[in-house]
């Protein structure tokens, strides 16, 4: 092991988001059990987070599967979660708007409570860090840049812009789409823009959300309305409307009254009028894949490794699943005796979760170009089947349940 007279850790982890934050919350509960002692973590952010304010709403949010809740809660979190915002949808609402197909799921027939959560990103951030505040083993280094890598046969070593060296058995990249280590580390990466751009934004409408997540397909993209809890008469949800970039660019420009017009028609008025809009934001989207998420000391996790089209609300969820198997494939390398920063241990992870990322990359890939599709034939496939599949409970139940991770 080179010494840089730095600090030592068990595992670096890089960038605090949803992501990175619950992997350093799972592995703080790890223990080497030969030694007795729980991992050691370094958790490295770059961006120093803005103090949460309850009384504003995130522009960005999840809808949270029941098996990310699961993870969730292990981390200690989900309490936290359900006492500042989680908004639980009991049913799914989803229709074609170039023809009459038409598919609706209920929590009810599939015997859940729910069909999951809507809960904004900053409320996962903020709780996932008040957790780590309170434990021992992991020091959140916050706000920090990495200037330099080094690694040999027995470790990892970053170099910070204070100066200092940290070392770690294991390093894992959870900073994002544009991860900076993917990229120091030259992983390739397959990608292709969808030529979209996703508006994103709370709103308040007309009429209640009814606690169901309205999603429209349309030609130039599909627009989610994903429910808020009501607050007496404030019927709120957020919106994630994906548009071919250069329409998407125009209503961005829009003034409110005319982006509550145009928003109110495009979702056929099921919430009734849009009333109030917050400031909209919109990001361009973009698929993407790593082709290897690990090397020798080295695993990628969420957007790091792969990032989808947020018409099906999967990507942090696919990121949550990421960690929950790293970290079951670190704690039986721990109990071996192994060295967690081994290949051979980390491609077990990776040969579990890229199946999975890869048949919800390409499921977000064909439902975007199906309903895109202009044809007239498509367009009949596309509302005979939706139709067909609503009459099937049995098929309709069995494809929600996979979706919830169930
Ligand atoms: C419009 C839109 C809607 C979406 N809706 C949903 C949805 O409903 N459900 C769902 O599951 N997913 C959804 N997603 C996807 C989801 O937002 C992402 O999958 C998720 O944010 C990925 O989390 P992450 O922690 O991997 O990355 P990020 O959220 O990008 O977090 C990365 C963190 O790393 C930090 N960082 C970056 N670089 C460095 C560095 N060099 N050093 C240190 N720190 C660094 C960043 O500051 C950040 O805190 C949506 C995405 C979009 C664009």
Not at 179 to 192: A, I, N
Not at 274 to 284: A, L, N
Not at 375 to 399: D, H, I
Request: hydrophobic share 40%; charged share 20%; glycine share 6%.
């Amino acid at each position: 092991m080179t010494d840089l007279g730095g600090e030592d850790y068990d595992v670096i982890i890089v960038g605090a988001g949803m992501v990175g934050a619950s992997a350093a919350c799972l592995l703080a509960q790890v223990k080497y059990a030969s030694q007795n002692r729980a991992l050691k973590i370094a958790l490295i952010e770059s961006t120093a987070g803005k103090p949460f304010d309850n009384k504003v709403f995130d522009p960005r949010v999840a809808a949270v599967t029941e098996r990310s809740r699961q993870i969730l809660e292990s981390c200690g979190v989900w309490h936290n979660i359900e006492q500042l915002r989680a908004s639980p949808y009991l049913a799914m609402q989803v229709w074609d708007a170039e023809s009459t197909g038409r598919i609706d799921f209920n929590c009810h027939a599939i015997h859940q409570p729910n069909l999951g959560h809507i809960v904004e990103n900053s409320v996962i951030v903020q709780t996932l860090l008040t957790q780590i505040e309170i434990l021992d083993n992991v020091d959140l280094i916050c706000p920090a840049t990495i200037c330099d890598y080094q690694n040999d046969d027995q470790s990892i070593s970053v170099h910070l812009d204070d100066g200092r060296w940290l070392t770690a058995a294991l390093l894992i990249a959870a900073d994002g789409a544009n991860s900076k280590v993917r990229q120091h580390f030259e992983v390739e990466t397959k990608e292709w823009s969808y030529h979209q751009e996703a508006i994103v934004t709370t709103i308040e409408t007309q009429n209640s959300n009814q606690q169901t997540a309205w999603q429209c397909f349309t030609q130039k993209g599909p627009l989610a309305l994903l429910p808020l809890n009501d607050n007496g008469d404030l019927h709120r949800s957020s919106i994630v409307w994906s548009q071919e970039s250069a329409t998407a660019k125009s209503l961005m420009a829009l003034s409110d009254e005319q982006f509550g017009a145009e928003l109110s028609k495009s979702s056929e008025y099921c919430l009734g009028n849009v009333v109030t809009i917050d400031k909209r934001f919109s990001f361009p989207l973009i698929q993407r894949h790593a082709i290897d998420y690990v090397m020798p000391r080295i695993a990628l996790v969420g957007d790091a490794s792969h990032s989808i089209h947020p018409l099906a609300g999967q990507g942090v969820n696919l990121g949550f699943s990421d960690v929950e198997v790293l970290v079951e494939e670190l704690v039986r390398a721990l109990r071996r005796g192994n060295d967690i920063g081994d290949k051979l241990i980390l491609a077990r992870y990776q040969r579990r979760r890229k199946p999975d990322n890869l048949a919800a990359m390409a499921l977000m890939e064909a439902l975007n170009k199906l309903f895109i599709a202009d044809p007239l034939p498509l367009r009949f496939l596309r509302s005979l089947g939706m139709s067909r599949l609503n009459k099937f409970n049995a098929v309709k139940n069995e494809l929600i349940k996979l979706a919830m991770g169930l």
